[in-house]
């Protein structure tokens, strides 16, 4: 490995030369097709994360939400918006101990049937703090969801679908707010107080979906593994990974390599729970990436444009709800598109190009965003505010190759089994804290100095491209457990250690 990151080692891959009881086409295959859909339905918590992303934008469009809502200063509309991240950022952690005492699946649980009551909830209240409320119930049961969900899919994923599933994840997140966006669109011309009933209502959607996956989908083999239910774990490898067949050889490399991994944790852990974090180089490097990838993901730039569009197309002579809510649509369209796009890219190209690419395309879209926007500004030039929205679609479309398919994909795989779900509730935390900072700071700021905002976010940027560039390593290629060789070295996970431990201590007892 060299001091930029990059990994010049492959990983063994030698899933890939092992035969296996399941179609090439996993839609042709029985079990890896159940499997696959019952991973698409848990992506719906990115989704349900992605609906709220895009329906604060609409709703503020509507003239009966803003009825509702009276005439608030913009400090109360920035707690208001910020309510799910507040709810989620005090969840995490307590969630990260529920999903791994009790499991994956009954964590999501938990945290789908919180988000389907607040959503039924807020569509029978009325008025700014009964809104504010379910909000933070929202982000209480997002927090469950998002915190178990990225570790089941990815750890129950066959391996040649791994790293697609994994970067996958995080882009569903657009999609939902394709449906936010059409909605409030759709209630544009309701002239009661159901145009903003009925998108809050929609909420419930995706945990409902959420939920009919958790019958389809299995617990996970690692956590099953992890508490001494190895039977359970080696039937469902089995079951979903070679269509029942227990001697299937990838089922039993994949058997045989998640217990051994387990089993080194505990070998080569010599400190217990969070201290882990920072009981070697490799794990503080993990614990640095997490904290930073989830700063990163809110101090980009997006957060002010995702949150608060609306203002921003006022701030450039665009004024119309309509023509507002056409932009907003058509942005999170173009969204879906490029991060469908970043995590078809990202198992083809790896993980560290498309963040440098991604950061450094975006450095220079918004530094124009914010020379047109004071252009605008200060000249009431009507060309500069039109362009102000071209490059904010083409900040987005850089954004979204990397920043969302990688939020948290990235996180997930190069954390061992032991610190995934901590690790992972340590990186949401950040994010949620900061974008809780983010949506609360940006309505104020944008009142007292307008597009000269937007200059804290260039440093930003700046300052990203250094920390992608000496931090961030490649991980493409790999398996889950092969990824510790990338953070600890090639003899992280020896394959084949226990049989060989096993070995010694039996022939030093004979020798004695």
Same mark, same amino acid.
């Given at each position: 490995?060299?001091a930029?990151?990059?990994?010049t080692?492959?990983?063994?891959?030698?899933y890939?030369?092992?035969p296996?009881?399941?179609n090439k086409s996993w839609?042709k295959?029985?079990?890896?097709r159940?499997?696959?859909?019952g991973i698409g339905?848990?992506?719906?918590?990115?989704a349900?994360?992605?609906?709220?992303g895009?329906?604060?934008?609409?709703?503020?469009?509507?003239p009966?939400?803003?009825?509702?809502?009276?005439?608030v200063?913009?400090?109360?509309m920035g707690?208001i918006?910020a +309510?799910?991240? /507040?709810g !989620?950022?005090?969840t995490?952690i307590?969630?990260?101990?529920?999903?791994?005492?009790f *499991? @994956?699946?009954?964590c999501v649980?938990?945290?789908s049937?919180?988000?389907v009551?607040?959503?039924i909830i807020q569509?029978a209240?009325?008025?700014?703090?009964?809104f504010?409320?379910?909000r933070i119930?929202?982000g209480?049961?997002?927090?469950?969801?998002?915190?178990?969900?990225p570790?089941?899919?990815t750890e129950?994923?066959?391996?040649?679908?791994r790293?697609?599933?994994?970067?996958?994840?995080?882009?569903v997140w657009?999609?939902?707010?394709?449906?936010?966006?059409s909605?409030?669109?759709?209630t544009?011309y309701?002239y009661n107080s159901?145009?903003?009933r009925?998108?809050?209502?929609l909420?419930?959607?995706f945990p +409902?979906?959420q /939920?009919? !996956?958790?019958?389809?989908?299995?617990?996970?083999p690692r956590w099953?593994?992890s508490? *001494? @239910?190895?039977d359970?774990?080696?039937?469902i490898?089995?079951?979903?990974?070679?269509?029942?067949?227990v001697?299937d050889s990838?089922?039993?490399?994949e058997?045989n390599?998640?217990r051994?991994?387990l089993?080194?944790d505990?070998?080569?852990a010599?400190?217990?729970?969070?201290?882990s974090?920072i009981?070697?180089?490799?794990a503080?490097?993990?614990?640095a990436i997490?904290?930073?990838?989830?700063?990163m993901i809110q101090?980009?730039g997006n957060?002010i444009?995702s949150?608060?569009?609306?203002?921003?197309?006022?701030s450039v002579?665009i004024?119309?709800?309509?023509e507002q809510a056409g932009?907003?649509l058509?942005m999170?369209v173009?969204?879906a598109i490029?991060?469908?796009s970043?995590?078809?890219?990202?198992?083809?190209?790896g993980?560290r190009p498309?963040w440098?690419?991604?950061?450094?395309l975006?450095?220079i879209?918004f530094s124009?965003?914010?020379?047109?926007?004071?252009v605008?500004?200060?000249?009431n030039?009507?060309?500069?505010g039109?362009?102000?929205?071209?490059f904010?679609f083409?900040?987005?479309?850089?954004?979204?190759?990397?920043?969302t398919?990688l939020?948290?994909?990235?996180p997930v795989e190069i954390?061992?089994?032991?610190?995934r779900?901590k690790?992972?509730s340590?990186?949401?935390?950040?994010?949620?804290?900061?974008?809780?900072?983010n949506q609360?700071?940006?309505?104020?700021?944008?009142?007292?100095?307008?597009?000269?905002?937007?200059?804290v976010y260039?440093g930003?940027l700046?300052s990203?491209?250094?920390?992608?560039?000496f931090?961030?390593?490649?991980t493409?290629?790999r398996?889950?457990e092969?990824?510790?060789?990338v953070?600890?070295?090639?003899?992280?996970v020896?394959?084949?250690?226990?049989?060989?431990e096993?070995n010694?201590?039996?022939?030093?007892?004979?020798?004695?």
């Amino acid at each position: 490995m060299v001091a930029g990151g990059i990994v010049t080692n492959s990983g063994s891959g030698e899933y890939k030369t092992l035969p296996n009881n399941t179609n090439k086409s996993w839609i042709k295959d029985k079990g890896l097709r159940r499997l696959n859909i019952g991973i698409g339905m848990m992506f719906a918590s990115a989704a349900a994360n992605g609906f709220d992303g895009s329906l604060m934008n609409g709703l503020l469009a509507l003239p009966k939400f803003n009825e509702n809502l009276g005439d608030v200063q913009s400090s109360i509309m920035g707690l208001i918006i910020a +309510g799910i991240s /507040l709810g !989620g950022t005090v969840t995490f952690i307590p969630a990260s101990y529920f999903a791994d005492y009790f *499991g @994956r699946k009954k964590c999501v649980g938990l945290g789908s049937f919180l988000m389907v009551c607040a959503a039924i909830i807020q569509t029978a209240t009325d008025g700014r703090w009964a809104f504010f409320g379910t909000r933070i119930m929202m982000g209480v049961g997002l927090g469950f969801a998002q915190t178990a969900a990225p570790p089941l899919t990815t750890e129950i994923a066959h391996p040649r679908h791994r790293g697609a599933v994994t970067a996958a994840f995080q882009s569903v997140w657009h999609w939902g707010s394709i449906v936010s966006a059409s909605a409030t669109l759709g209630t544009l011309y309701v002239y009661n107080s159901w145009s903003w009933r009925i998108p809050c209502l929609l909420q419930a959607l995706f945990p +409902g979906l959420q /939920l009919i !996956g958790l019958l389809i989908v299995p617990e996970s083999p690692r956590w099953l593994i992890s508490k *001494g @239910r190895h039977d359970e774990a080696l039937k469902i490898l089995a079951r979903f990974h070679a269509n029942g067949d227990v001697d299937d050889s990838l089922v039993q490399f994949e058997f045989n390599e998640i217990r051994e991994a387990l089993e080194m944790d505990k070998v080569l852990a010599t400190k217990s729970g969070w201290m882990s974090f920072i009981a070697t180089p490799g794990a503080r490097r993990r614990l640095a990436i997490c904290i930073l990838v989830g700063f990163m993901i809110q101090w980009a730039g997006n957060g002010i444009v995702s949150y608060y569009l609306a203002p921003i197309l006022r701030s450039v002579g665009i004024t119309d709800p309509t023509e507002q809510a056409g932009i907003n649509l058509a942005m999170t369209v173009w969204n879906a598109i490029c991060a469908t796009s970043g995590a078809v890219a990202a198992e083809k190209y790896g993980r560290r190009p498309l963040w440098m690419i991604s950061t450094v395309l975006m450095l220079i879209f918004f530094s124009i965003v914010t020379a047109l926007s004071a252009v605008f500004a200060e000249k009431n030039i009507k060309a500069a505010g039109s362009a102000v929205v071209a490059f904010l679609f083409l900040f987005f479309g850089s954004y979204d190759i990397a920043y969302t398919p990688l939020s948290i994909a990235y996180p997930v795989e190069i954390l061992p089994y032991h610190l995934r779900a901590k690790g992972l509730s340590l990186n949401l935390t950040v994010v949620y804290a900061t974008g809780f900072f983010n949506q609360y700071v940006n309505p104020i700021a944008l009142a007292a100095i307008s597009w000269k905002f937007y200059f804290v976010y260039i440093g930003c940027l700046f300052s990203f491209i250094f920390i992608v560039y000496f931090l961030f390593p490649e991980t493409k290629g790999r398996t889950l457990e092969e990824i510790a060789i990338v953070f600890d070295g090639p003899d992280a996970v020896p394959h084949g250690y226990l049989h060989d431990e096993k070995n010694e201590k039996v022939e030093h007892e004979e020798v004695a």
